[in-house]
């Protein structure tokens, strides 16, 4: 088995600020997620990646930034936080990246901006 | 637009009972429905899924029904135990789609009362 680990669990920022989440993987699956979950909303897909150095954003990549260098990880940056903002920031892969295979979650970085 | 609709929001059921969580989605071309168990500060894990061909799908417990003609589905979960105390995504995709495209529902929070 493998796991997904991100860093940091919990983030504490301020307005205007830039903010960098990380999340490694050991499975050596192709591609990788970050979701955003917000209470009510569910999961919204913010960037994908199918392999190293690629970028495809999903539905709410605006305000975001990511980062693929290596097959194993993949980064996160919020751009400019916004006041008051509070979301769990989920990273998950997968072995290729069809849209029938399991996805794999890390346990997710909570984000508060002060 | 929610591409995939849950009902209800919150489920209260007691130990033993059959809780019922309900999915619906809009675009007729989604022909893979995975559903996703998260318990509290952990990410998402794949439960049980189903394709479009069937319309049950049993997994000890855990029963999905689908009806394609009223794009409905539902998951049964018998016998419910506290620990299946968690919240229940229904999501959805085309397996000929491009990558990444799952499209996650809002979320019923289960509470399974001893």
């Known amino acids: 088995g493998g796991i997904i680990t991100q860093t940091p669990k919990f983030l504490i920022g301020q307005e205007g600020q830039k903010l960098t989440l990380k999340c490694q993987q050991n499975?050596?699956?192709?591609?990788m997620y970050w979701y955003r979950q917000d209470s009510g909303k569910g999961l919204r897909l913010i960037y994908y990646?199918?392999?190293?150095?690629?970028?495809q954003k999903g539905d709410l990549s605006e305000g975001y930034d990511a980062s693929r260098e290596k097959k194993s990880s993949f980064s996160l940056t919020v751009t400019s936080a916004q006041k008051n903002e509070m979301a769990v920031f989920l990273c998950?892969?997968?072995?290729?990246?069809?849209?029938?295979?399991?996805?794999?979650f890390g346990s997710g970085t909570r984000l508060t901006v002060l | 637009q929610q591409q995939v609709r849950q009902s209800p929001q919150s489920l209260t059921v007691w130990e033993g009972e059959t809780a019922i969580l309900n999915c619906s989605y809009e675009n007729s071309a989604f022909d893979y429905f995975p559903w996703y168990q998260q318990f509290p500060g952990e990410g998402p894990a794949l439960l049980i899924s189903i394709l479009s061909v069937s319309d049950k799908k049993e997994d000890g417990r855990f029963t999905i029904f689908f009806n394609k003609r009223e794009k409905k589905l539902s998951l049964h979960i018998a016998d419910s135990q506290p620990g299946d105390s968690a919240t229940y995504f229904c999501a959805a995709s085309e397996r000929g789609s491009a990558l990444g495209r799952l499209h996650f529902g809002a979320g019923t929070q289960l509470i399974v009362i001893p």
């Open positions: 998950a892969s997968s072995i290729w990246g069809s849209s029938a295979e399991t996805l794999y």
């Open positions: 499975f050596n699956h192709d591609t």
């Open positions: 990646s199918i392999t190293e150095n690629d970028l």
